[in-house]
């Protein structure tokens, strides 16, 4: 049976977990449209919404001491977030920041409870300083002068009197300091020799600062460095305290400080294998480790509870919607605590994908998620069927089998999904991650057109109707598909994508510019940015297109989306726009999201 695009959308999304000082769970669900904050004390339960707002909330985090919790919403998905604390006993609301032009990054609470730290770009729109703010007080203190660029707060030293710094340069050059709160010095602590990726940071019961880290290997692993050994050109070594498959990262790691019961997560092609145990006696490894009863699938984050007893897992995977749940960390018996409805449509409607890879170029590997409809054969005997090809954004970034309501919605509608993880995509080793820098951008694309031959050879698929489809950098990959390889195309669909990128660095925010530069490449070469531009070649284009904006986009400016559809429709081919005044790079809204995919769906309809 086919359901309409409203009914997928509405099907609510769980996630963010928290454990307040009491153990129950507060968590983001986006039932009313928007996500919003609410309480649940037993699995299963009928939880209690706290907040009702139309803006979306970005985060929700419980204090470690009292009946209370911090929450970040911006306006417009502008994404300037302003900090309010919400006293759960009461219902009350306490606006803690009011600086509605500056963007504030959740630093975490102190760890009393008293005290909070965030990063924001007050000073000036390119600059991150470090504040820290009494949690009744309405004013922040700042105890770091930021230099220039993107920069957050990792974690809170146990005693309360330093915090660790996370500057990023690029996605994988990040570099690690200690800020002393009182004298606001910051000394670095990771090697100025060797640019690594440094995330998921935390602190043991000995003071040890534990990391996740891919410094001195291929792929990521939890390490312990030294804080003894900071300023200067930082630590030149790190130690291996827990190490995937050689093949695989460690994808995330928890720490309670005061009992380190550790909870971590491996990404193993995509899936994620789950972990809870304890730092041993000296710190230098993870012992006593469990994995919780979960499905196959992806979990995309773990909070660990009050004294580490409990850990809150985040899950989703291709057939099952994004639930919470929790289980006892020494034993690994695990619940769902929270079930989405899915209005309806019955689970074993939702399809899982297979895992394949294809050869591209250059003979390599390029791993990719297929899925078919429900009903056709691989082999054809039930006819083909159209096929869209999804690429996802970062570029460092990776798809893996988690819920998409769109892409069941499609498969629905009888088309056939494709989802490849091409060169520059994270999850399978640092020289993957590094393919497409720069100079190298169009050899990704490349791996779009070796993609559609090896549909070529699949007899369900119809490679005479064939979508691209795609968002952020993803939309970028759509337009430079459909400019390079234009005859392959039957329709594509651009969700805010890149269609100059010297009008991109020009625009976009400016906390982004550098970081953005070092992955495509410079202001100061602009025969590069005109080479990997899509706009450029936009003669080329012969395939309808629909194009899907925010107008408060910060990352991707609007602009991107005006100017390729200005171009397009100059030359007479199909080209719709979907812009919000009201959204910005995500359309969050679900009263847009359903306009959205409606219009999309009706696109395809007529053009393929």
Not at 31 to 57: F, I, K, M, N
Not at 365 to 371: K, N, R
Not at 470 to 486: C, D, K
Not at 577 to 596: A, P, Q, V
Request: proline share 6%; hydrophobic share 30%; with cysteine.
């Amino acid at each position: 049976m086919q359901y309409g695009v409203a009914r997928y959308i509405g099907i609510d999304s769980t996630d963010t977990p928290t454990f307040t000082p009491d153990g129950d769970l507060a968590f983001l669900a986006d039932t009313t449209g928007t996500p919003q904050v609410y309480r649940l004390s037993d699995p299963g339960a009928w939880p209690e919404r706290l907040t009702a707002h139309d803006e979306r909330v970005s985060f929700v985090d419980a204090s470690p001491t009292r009946d209370e919790l911090m929450f970040g919403m911006d306006e417009g998905s502008n994404e300037r977030d302003q900090l309010y604390r919400y006293d759960l006993e009461s219902g009350e609301e306490t606006p803690l920041t009011n600086e509605p032009e500056a963007k504030h990054l959740w630093g975490g609470w102190g760890p009393e409870g008293d005290r909070f730290a965030f990063a924001a770009n007050r000073r000036q729109g390119d600059t991150f300083d470090v504040y820290v703010q009494d949690r009744d007080s309405d004013g922040a203190d700042l105890v770091w002068e930021g230099p220039g660029g993107f920069v957050g707060v990792a974690a809170w030293h146990p005693d309360g009197d330093g915090l660790i710094l996370q500057e990023s340069n690029s996605s994988s050059d990040v570099v690690l300091y200690w800020l002393d709160i009182d004298t606001g010095e910051a000394e670095r602590l990771t090697d100025t020799g060797e640019a690594a990726r440094y995330h998921h940071v935390a602190f043991g019961p000995g003071g040890d600062l534990y990391t996740v880290t891919d410094y001195g290997a291929e792929t990521a692993y939890v390490g312990r460095i030294d804080t003894g050994d900071r300023g200067g050109d930082g630590v030149d070594s790190v130690e291996t305290v827990e190490q995937g498959p050689e093949a695989w990262n460690v994808d995330s790691l928890q720490i309670d400080t005061d009992s380190g019961q550790v909870a971590y997560t491996l990404n193993v092609d995509g899936y994620s294998e789950t972990y809870l145990g304890e730092l041993s006696a000296d710190g230098s490894e993870i012992v006593d480790t469990v994995e919780p009863e979960l499905p196959e699938g992806v979990v995309a984050g773990v909070e660990l509870g009050p004294d580490g007893e409990r850990a809150a897992i985040e899950f989703s995977a291709d057939d099952h919607p994004h639930s919470v749940y929790v289980t006892g960390v020494s034993s690994g018996d695990t619940e769902r605590f929270t079930t989405p409805g899915t209005l309806g449509i019955p689970e074993e409607q939702f399809l899982r994908s297979e895992t394949i890879r294809y050869e591209t170029f250059d003979g390599r590997e390029i791993p990719a998620y297929w899925t078919l409809p429900e009903g056709v054969d691989a082999d054809g005997s039930d006819g083909e069927v159209p096929v869209m090809v999804d690429i996802h954004g970062g570029p460092e970034h990776q798809r893996r089998p988690w819920f998409y309501p769109t892409k069941q919605y499609f498969l629905n509608q009888g088309y056939a999904v494709l989802e490849p993880n091409v060169r520059g995509s994270s999850g399978y080793g640092k020289e993957y991650t590094h393919l497409d820098d720069q100079e190298k951008r169009l050899d990704s694309v490349k791996d779009i057109k070796h993609a559609t031959e090896w549909l070529e050879d699949q007899p369900a698929a119809d490679t005479d109707s064939l979508v691209v489809y795609g968002r952020s950098y993803g939309g970028f990959m759509v337009l430079s598909a459909i400019t390079q390889y234009p005859n392959l195309w039957a329709a594509a669909v651009d969700f805010v994508g890149i269609a100059d990128f010297q009008t991109f660095l020009e625009n976009t925010g400016e906390w982004r510019r550098e970081h953005r530069a070092a992955e495509y490449g410079s202001l100061d070469d602009p025969e590069l940015l005109e080479r990997i531009s899509p706009i450029h070649d936009v003669d080329e284009i012969q395939c309808p297109l629909f194009i899907q904006h925010g107008a408060n986009d910060p990352r991707v400016p609007v602009g991107e989306a005006e100017q390729i559809a200005e171009a397009v429709e100059e030359r007479g081919i199909p080209v719709e726009t979907c812009i919000f005044e009201d959204e910005g790079h995500h359309t969050t809204d679900r009263e847009n999201l359903i306009e959205e995919f409606e219009r999309i769906a009706a696109f395809l309809d007529e053009h393929v």
